[in-house]
């Protein structure tokens, strides 16, 4: 079946420092990448997407890379701050749901 | 503009009973997604569901649990003979769906159960 596999599952970094987080999937049908960060008790809540049409999408500090020929694609998170300390999940669009990676929490030392 | 809200927050299950969890999609928005999620782990997705459709329910455990999204009211999850391994939280999106290039989905604030 679908699967996403998504590395590394902790991150710690400093703050200011980069954090990049990757996702390998395996349907090369899909067209849509979304990334999702939730915090401690909170829902997920979407922070990114991409579209396959696209290589690479930047919204101030963060951006997302695509390379649809390797199946891969990456969360860049520039200038670390404490507040971005959260658990990232990584998803691909099959038909019409989301599938989504294993998470990984990102923890930013002040 | 509300977004998906689902109640309650907090639900408390002896094993034997049911639970029911209810999803109400953002406004405009046909399609529900109900995914679990056990404590320290991912979300896993149950079942997609389009107004009086089931649309993919391959993540549905065969037994004790179902779903339905009515012509009106809200989406249910339910879960019937509750067991301990049911606890987690369980999270409701919602989207525009169909082939549309707007295919975000935003989720709601989850149901936590916990059964007792």
């Known amino acids: 079946g679908e699967n996403v596999e998504q590395h590394p599952s902790t991150l710690s970094v400093q703050e200011g420092d980069s954090a990049v987080i990757k996702c390998t999937y395996s349907?090369?049908?899909?067209?849509?990448f979304p990334w999702y960060k939730q915090e401690l008790g909170k829902r997920p809540q979407l922070i990114i997407d991409?579209?396959?049409?696209?290589g690479e999408k930047k919204d101030q500090r963060i951006a997302v890379t695509l390379n649809k020929t390797a199946k891969h694609f990456s969360l860049h998170i520039t200038e670390t701050q404490p507040e971005d300390s959260a658990v990232y999940f990584c998803?691909?669009?099959?038909?019409?749901?989301?599938?989504f990676g294993t998470g990984t929490r990102l923890q930013v030392f002040p | 503009n509300a977004g998906v809200m689902q109640n309650p927050r907090h639900l408390v299950r002896r094993r034997g009973q049911e639970a029911r969890l209810r999803c109400s999609p953002m406004?405009?928005?046909?399609?529900v997604y109900w995914y679990r999620q056990l404590p320290e782990e991912g979300l896993k997705f149950m079942v997609y569901?389009?107004?009086?459709?089931?649309?993919?329910e391959s993540g549905m455990p065969k037994e004790r649990f179902s779903a339905e999204f009515p012509k009106e009211g809200p989406s249910i999850l339910r879960i019937q003979q509750v067991v301990r391994g049911d606890s987690a939280a369980y999270f409701c999106?919602?989207?525009?769906?169909?082939?549309?290039?707007?295919?975000?989905?935003?989720f709601g604030q989850g149901t936590r159960l916990t059964v007792v």
């Open positions: 998803a691909q669009r099959d038909t019409d749901k989301l599938i």
């Open positions: 999106a919602s989207s525009p769906g169909g082939r549309a290039m707007r295919t975000e989905a935003f």
């Open positions: 569901l389009q107004k009086e459709n089931i649309i993919d």
């Open positions: 406004k405009g928005h046909s399609h």
């Open positions: 349907d090369s049908a899909s067209n849509y």
């Open positions: 991409i579209r396959s049409n696209v």
